[in-house]
Each structure stands twice: as structure tokens, then as C-alpha cells.
């Protein structure tokens, strides 16, 4: 097998091999946001335009979610301008999708003028070539999925370094930022009610007061994501620890959090209905009912809405527990709160047991007439609804109008009285005061 001669190669040879090797070279101007494809073979012959503005070159390239051809939310494209700015010799791997197959490509820069002018040389690595990376980063992403974005910060030097979004690339990204201009064009991605409390926990000043080196905080919010979805993240501070204590060095971590945040939603939800819910006949509690009052009151002095409570009572229902028993006075308990829900469905009202046989009603936009006609129309259906073996029933009804200057002991006495006055007038009656 015979070797190379080393001492063949001059500067210009090895110069003139690494153009003939490049599958794609390119040169671009920062400041003028200018590029020109000077070579272009293989996937970059009708991938790469011939020449164009540098940042739609920057987008195109990298700014897309990983293995896949889809652009990111345009209110992520406000960090574009700041991706394509290189200090010395750069290098990573892209993957770039043609026709819905991902290729893989290595990419160069080599700055020729600094901050202004650069060399890109891409090349395409053939498959088998990184397999094994392609394994080992699965096996990371495998761990670390949850985590979509991070940085490392210093504070003195409000700055920004080793960014990385794992959903556009696997490597870390080339941005020259200060932390105090990422704090200004991340804000929008932030759910407008979680905004002040972002500002708060973002603050130099918080961070060098509330972190003590090695220590570690963190805050749920919601924050688009670069599809252009709100979703809830955990972000998390950690300082560093170093030997000087005037350092302020921290990592900044993005964690998706949102599947299980919606599930401890959703599982909070459930606790709060059944915490507020009647289990017998699932219509509110007596003291989620009390809350509703409360807020009908509000609602009329503040806004001088329209709103009528009534309370229902069953005329003699000790007699169907004496008689038929307990069981048979439950199913007649639920039976009974079917018709009212059922009477109210098309209403905006809000129905709940106040105890025993005694069943509240708060009607929002209804005054003291149109109380008083529902109350008579649900009292007739009541009356002529058959309930199982015990036959048909009746119901007692007091009605009152709520007051703007009202308590909530002046509304709910008012509408005793006047289920007092209907018990007290025969029952099977509605009464109003």
C-alpha cells in the first residue's frame, strides 16, 4: 500500500481540494444581508437559490423544526437576525428535508471578515456515516425530551452563550444576544397574564438577590411554543458555582410540563366538582350555593343586573320516607331535581340542594314578574309529573327580587319568608316578597 506524499500539497492545493470536495459553498454578507452560492451540487442544486437575502438563507437552513420542513411560529423569527452572526470557525450538523426526506448535513463557517463576511462549505453525510450519532442522540433526547430550551447566562456581562432549542436542532446554537434584549423579544411569547410575574422572576436583580451560587428556582407559566401554541413550561434558574461570589452565572432551562399540568388540571377540576356538588342529585351544594348568591348580589350592585332566587320545598316528604323509605325518597330527591334542571335548561340559571327536600335557584337576567311566572309554570309541571309508586307530588315556592343595597341575609330572608308564607297559605303554592 503506498502513502501520500505530504510534502505534494502546497496551501493552494489543499485549498483547491476542499472547494472540489464541498458539496455546496457559500458567501455571505451580514451587514449587506446579502449571499451567493459560488458552488451548489447534489441536494444543494435546487435546495440553495443562487443568491438571496443571508437571513431567509439562516431560516431556510436551521430555522425549522428538526427533521421536518415546517417553518416555526413567525413570532420566533424575531431571534432569526441574530443566528447568523459568527466570531471564529463554526461548526454543526443540519437537517434539512427535501420531499419529505430528512438529509443530513454538515455545515462550516469560516468568518473572512470579522462580524461581516463569512464561508459556508455544506456537505451531505451519507447515512451510514451517523448511524451511531443518530442512536447516541435518540438515547439523549430519550431522557431529556422535556426540556426545549436553554442558555447559559452571566449577569455582569449581559450576556447570553450555548443556546439551544432542541426542537430545531440537537446542537447547541450560534447567537450573540444580551440577556437584557432576550428578556425584551421573549416577553411576547409569554401568555399576556403571565407576563408581569416573568419580568419579575427574570430580573438581574431578582436572580443576584434570591439565588445564593449552587441554588435553584423555578416558575410555571404558560409560552408559545414554536408552533405557535400556548403550552405550560416550567422555567428554571440555576446558578453556578464558582470560587468568586460576585459572579452571577446561571443556566436557564425551558421544561414542557404540559400534558401534566392539564392532567393536574383536569384532576383538580374533578376534585373542586365534587367538592362543590351534591352527591346524591349532582346539582350544587349548599355551600356552593351560598358562593352563588354571594355573587348575584355582586353582580346586581355592581353591573345592576337583574336577579331572583327561589327556594322549593317538597310539601310532606317525611311522609314518602315514613311510607315508602329512605331509598325510595332519594330516587324521588333526584327525580325531583331532573324536572328543575330540566324546566331551567334553556335559562341562564343555577340550581342546588340547600338541604333535605329544599332545593335554591338563582336567575340571573330575571326580575320580579318573570320570577314569579317561572316559579308558577315549574310548580304546575311539578304537580303534574307521576313519581313512581308514590304517585304525584308537590312542591312549596318562595321567589324574591334582589336589591342593589341587598345583604346576603336580607335576600336569603326574604325568600324564607316567602316559602313560609306559601307553606303557610296550603302549600302547593308560590308565594313572592
Excluded at 114 to 141: A, C, G, H, R, W
Excluded at 330 to 353: C, E, P, W
Excluded at 389 to 402: A, F, H, L, N
Aim: glycine letters at 4%; hydrophobic letters at 35%; proline letters at 2%.
Amino acid at each position: 500500500m503506498s502513502s501520500i506524499n505530504i510534502d505534494n500539497y502546497s496551501y493552494e492545493e489543499a485549498i483547491k481540494f476542499i472547494g472540489s470536495s464541498a458539496d455546496c459553498i457559500i458567501i455571505a454578507d451580514d451587514e449587506t444581508d446579502r449571499y451567493k452560492a459560488i458552488k451548489k451540487d447534489g441536494l444543494f442544486a435546487d435546495y440553495i437559490d443562487n443568491e438571496g437575502d443571508y437571513i431567509e438563507l439562516v431560516r431556510k437552513l436551521w430555522y425549522h423544526f428538526n427533521n421536518s420542513s415546517d417553518d416555526i411560529t413567525e413570532d420566533y423569527h424575531v431571534f432569526i437576525p441574530n443566528e447568523g452572526r459568527f466570531h471564529g470557525k463554526y461548526s454543526k450538523r443540519v437537517n434539512i428535508v427535501e420531499n419529505d426526506i430528512t438529509h443530513v448535513v454538515q455545515m462550516s463557517v469560516y468568518p473572512i471578515e470579522p462580524n461581516s463576511t463569512y464561508l459556508f462549505m455544506l456537505d451531505e453525510i451519507d447515512n451510514e456515516m451517523f448511524v451511531n450519532d443518530e442512536l447516541t442522540v435518540q438515547k439523549v433526547n430519550t431522557i431529556q425530551n422535556t426540556y426545549l430550551f436553554s442558555m447559559y447566562i452571566d449577569l455582569v456581562q449581559d450576556t447570553t452563550s450555548s443556546i439551544s432549542v432542541t426542537e430545531i436542532s440537537d446542537d447547541v446554537m450560534q447567537q450573540e444576544i444580551k440577556y437584557s434584549e432576550w428578556r425584551n423579544m421573549i416577553i411576547n411569547m409569554i401568555w399576556p397574564d403571565d407576563q408581569p410575574l416573568f419580568l419579575e422572576r427574570t430580573a438581574p436583580e431578582y436572580l443576584k438577590k434570591n439565588l445564593a451560587p449552587g441554588r435553584t428556582t423555578s416558575f410555571d407559566c404558560l409560552m408559545m411554543n414554536l408552533e405557535g401554541k400556548y403550552i405550560w413550561v416550567k422555567l428554571i434558574f440555576s446558578r453556578s458555582e464558582t470560587n468568586n461570589e460576585d459572579d452571577f452565572r446561571f443556566v436557564f432551562m425551558v421544561q414542557n410540563i404540559h400534558e401534566n399540568s392539564i392532567e393536574l388540571l383536569e384532576t383538580m377540576k374533578k376534585y373542586e366538582q365534587l367538592a362543590s356538588r351534591d352527591s346524591l342529585t349532582n346539582v350544587f351544594n349548599h355551600g356552593r350555593m351560598e358562593t352563588e348568591i354571594r355573587n348575584a348580589l355582586k353582580d346586581k350592585c355592581t353591573k345592576n343586573r337583574e336577579v331572583s332566587l327561589m327556594i322549593l320545598d317538597i310539601d310532606f316528604f317525611k311522609h314518602v320516607n315514613d311510607k315508602f323509605g329512605h331509598s325510595t325518597g332519594d330516587v324521588t330527591l333526584v327525580q325531583f331535581t331532573k324536572i328543575i334542571s330540566d324546566y331551567m335548561h334553556d335559562l341562564n340559571a343555577v340550581i342546588g340542594r340547600w338541604g333535605g327536600e329544599e332545593f335554591v335557584v338563582v336567575c340571573y337576567d330575571t326580575g320580579s314578574e318573570k320570577a314569579n311566572a317561572l316559579a308558577e309554570g315549574l310548580r304546575r309541571t311539578i304537580s303534574e309529573e307521576s313519581f313512581g309508586k308514590i304517585g304525584q307530588i308537590t312542591c312549596s315556592i318562595g321567589v324574591t327580587t334582589i336589591n342593589s343595597d341587598d345583604t346576603f341575609d336580607d335576600a336569603f330572608n326574604r325568600m324564607d319568608r316567602a316559602l313560609y308564607n306559601a307553606k303557610s297559605s296550603g302549600r302547593n303554592c308560590v308565594k313572592s316578597v
